[in-house]
């Protein structure tokens, strides 16, 4: 069992950064891709980023590739996500997700623990 807690969402006017950040207990952390993923009221739950086991290799989405960045400690079981630059569609509950293994997903099938989200706003 994995259990994830995010932290860090926020209200951030546009233009602004803010940096997410999930613990996470449980087994073999170290070895697990984890990823970010949102979702915007009425709509569905989309890709944001992801990274390997390793931090060696990382994955973002289109539509926030040079905004965001997304690293991990493995010693503080942690990942975050820096946001900069951020957009009102970038409105959403974000959450933090594992896989079962070290390698990125791009879907949100393809995690297996789930965080209970954090909420970012982005408005003036």
């Known amino acids: 069992q994995v259990q994830l807690v995010e932290s860090g969402g926020g209200l951030v006017q546009p233009g602004g950064s803010l940096r997410l950040s999930c613990v996470a207990s449980g087994r073999a952390f170290s070895k697990r891709a984890m990823g970010w993923l949102r979702q915007a009221p009425g709509k569905e739950r989309e890709f944001v980023a992801a990274?390997?086991?390793?931090?060696?290799?990382?994955d973002y989405a289109d539509s926030v590739k040079g905004r965001f960045t997304i690293s991990r400690d493995n010693a503080k079981n942690t990942v975050y996500l820096q946001m900069s630059s951020l957009k009102p569609e970038d409105t959403a509950v974000y959450y933090c997700a594992a896989r079962n293994i070290p390698a990125m997903g791009d879907r949100p099938d393809d995690y297996y623990y789930w965080g209970q989200g954090t909420q970012v706003t982005v408005s003036s």
């Open positions: 990274i390997t086991w390793n931090g060696g290799r990382t």
